[in-house]
């Protein structure tokens, strides 16, 4: 599937604690992409990634950094979870044209 | 920036009918037009794209027409089978952007 991974595919943390999910792809794609997906919203894109240490935000960032000190590795921090940030992320990378996504992270905030 | 509108929000088709799917986007300079099928629990999976340099694609039971003049793009699933259920988004892009901009996803069913 594209060589692109995340970790942890689920998590529960509670709310007001910060969370870091990582995004890994093994096919040096210069753009990598955070989206969440909840119902009635489809993909919403977060922060994205146009190369190492080059980022910008997308159309709900907030409330959500991102870093990129590697070309392999694209890192989504919640710096204090809230209950509204619970849904599904995924990561994407992008060639030349097409754009793949990894498997997904379920967050949930209690 | 780009706006892309889809059309219908559900789709129930029988088992063996064809399926159709429309897509329509605002920015005249988009060129890249990429359809997503996501099944329950999954990630969007890429299932067939467009460039604006020709009308239509197709791959097997599945095709995307563009039409450039109207700024709409559809995606066509024949002879629809059991494993056709799922969520199709269609998404949008100019090579001068880095993001996609999707469209809000058909959930499609088919009735055996």
């Known amino acids: 599937d594209a060589g692109i991974t995340q970790s942890p595919r689920h998590k529960v943390t509670e709310t007001g604690t910060p969370v870091t999910l990582r995004c890994h792809q093994t096919?040096?794609?210069?753009?990598m992409y955070w989206y969440r997906q909840d119902p009635g919203h489809g993909l919403r894109l977060i922060h994205y990634s146009y190369g190492v240490k080059d980022t910008d935000k997308g159309e709900v960032s907030d409330g959500y950094s991102v870093s990129r000190s590697k070309t392999e590795d694209f890192l989504l921090t919640l710096e204090s979870a809230t209950s509204s940030q619970t849904s599904v992320y995924f990561c994407a990378i992008r060639g030349t044209y097409e754009q793949y996504f990894g498997p997904g992270t379920r967050l949930t905030v209690t | 920036g780009e706006n892309v509108e889809q059309h219908p929000s559900t789709l129930s088709v029988q088992e063996g009918d064809s399926a159709v799917i429309k897509c329509t986007y605002s920015?005249?300079?988009?060129?890249?037009f990429p359809w997503y099928k996501q099944e329950l629990g999954k990630r969007p999976q890429l299932i067939i794209d467009?460039?604006?340099?020709?009308g239509e694609k197709k791959d097997q039971r599945i095709a995307v027409t563009l039409n450039k003049t109207a700024k709409h793009f559809s995606l066509h699933i024949t002879e629809t089978q059991p494993e056709d259920s799922a969520v199709y988004f269609c998404a949008a892009r100019h090579f001068g952007n880095e993001k996609l901009t999707f469209g809000t996803g058909t959930r499609l069913t088919i009735i055996p």
């Open positions: 920015d005249s300079a988009s060129n890249y």
């Open positions: 467009i460039r604006s340099n020709v």
């Open positions: 096919e040096n794609h210069r753009y």
